[in-house]
């Protein structure tokens, strides 16, 4: 048995083009999803110690010469 098919050129580029817009959108889903989850995870995880200020209100990570200019 022999079986012919035909697609029309405007059905075949439909189809082409929801093949990708359906693979760019898993894509930037999946991205955001990623970001979503891994946002609510360092939310969770992020952890501040006592010593992350330095007397005078001024953070831990600051250098000397930002600290002079912002207390002259």
């Known amino acids: ?3 012919l098919a035909y697609i ?4 075949g580029a439909l189809i082409w083009q929801s093949i990708i817009g359906i693979f760019v959108g898993v894509i930037f889903y999946l991205r955001r999803t990623r970001k979503w989850v891994s946002g609510i995870f360092a939310r969770f995880l992020r952890t501040e110690t006592k010593d992350a200020h ?5 953070p831990a990570h600051k250098s000397k010469a ?4 912002i207390n002259a």
Do not use: K
């Not at 029309?8 to 059905?11: C, F, L, R, T, Y």
């Open 1 to 3: 048995m022999r079986i």
């Open 66 to 69: 930002e600290a002079n200019h």
């Open 8 to 11: 029309d050129p405007g059905a």
């Open 54 to 58: 330095v007397p005078g209100g001024l």
